[in-house]
């Protein structure tokens, strides 16, 4: 728990999972799912949101039908750790669009970044524009094959 805040019951955790599957239900409906009246179950939720554990609310899109059914998972190595660099590749990077996820890495790989595209040679237009934004030591690219799982809900069942 984070100091000052309070922390979230089972009421809290059934709005955060109901809201997770379906994030257009109105407030008198989430209310119905986990035993509230509509007035008590906007100002849980409003609570949430202040509190970020509601972050934002969005529509999930179908990457295949809008054209990007193409996932990559891009490693890279760098040979420079220094913040400068990681402040300017970091700015290059989330300033891609095709970049869904951006992370840092312990291990071998220094960061993975997982890229949606058209085709083959979109994901070629996208590797030309990433190895132009700095020294890398090395990129590596897998193909997914098949998305055999997704998922943007937290198995808040085993907080």
């Given at each position: 728990?984070?100091?000052?805040?309070?922390?979230l019951?089972?009421?809290?955790?059934a709005?955060l999972?109901?809201?997770?599957?379906?994030?257009?239900?109105?407030?008198?409906?989430l209310?119905?799912?986990?035993?509230?009246?509509?007035?008590?179950c906007?100002?849980?939720?409003?609570?949430?949101?202040?509190?970020g554990?509601i972050?934002?609310?969005?529509a999930i899109?179908?990457r295949?039908?809008?054209?990007?059914?193409?996932t990559?998972?891009?490693?890279?190595?760098?040979?420079?750790?220094?913040?400068?660099?990681?402040?300017?590749?970091a700015?290059?990077?989330?300033?891609?669009?095709?970049?869904?996820?951006f992370?840092?890495?312990?291990?071998?790989?220094d960061?993975?970044?997982?890229v949606?595209?058209?085709?083959?040679?979109g994901?070629d237009r996208?590797?030309?524009?990433?190895?132009?934004?700095?020294?890398l030591?090395?990129v590596?690219?897998?193909?997914s094959?098949?998305q055999?799982k997704c998922?943007?809900?937290?198995?808040?069942?085993t907080?």
């Amino acid at each position: 728990m984070i100091f000052g805040m309070k922390p979230l019951d089972r009421i809290d955790l059934a709005i955060l999972a109901a809201l997770q599957r379906d994030a257009s239900l109105s407030v008198a409906a989430l209310g119905e799912q986990v035993g509230l009246s509509a007035t008590p179950c906007w100002k849980r939720v409003s609570r949430l949101e202040a509190d970020g554990f509601i972050e934002r609310r969005v529509a999930i899109v179908n990457r295949a039908l809008v054209g990007l059914p193409v996932t990559v998972f891009v490693s890279v190595r760098t040979a420079s750790h220094d913040e400068k660099w990681l402040s300017q590749f970091a700015a290059a990077v989330t300033a891609m669009p095709e970049v869904l996820e951006f992370h840092r890495m312990s291990g071998d790989v220094d960061y993975l970044l997982k890229v949606v595209t058209s085709d083959i040679a979109g994901y070629d237009r996208f590797y030309k524009r990433l190895i132009r934004t700095a020294q890398l030591a090395g990129v590596s690219s897998a193909f997914s094959m098949e998305q055999i799982k997704c998922s943007t809900a937290l198995p808040l069942e085993t907080v």
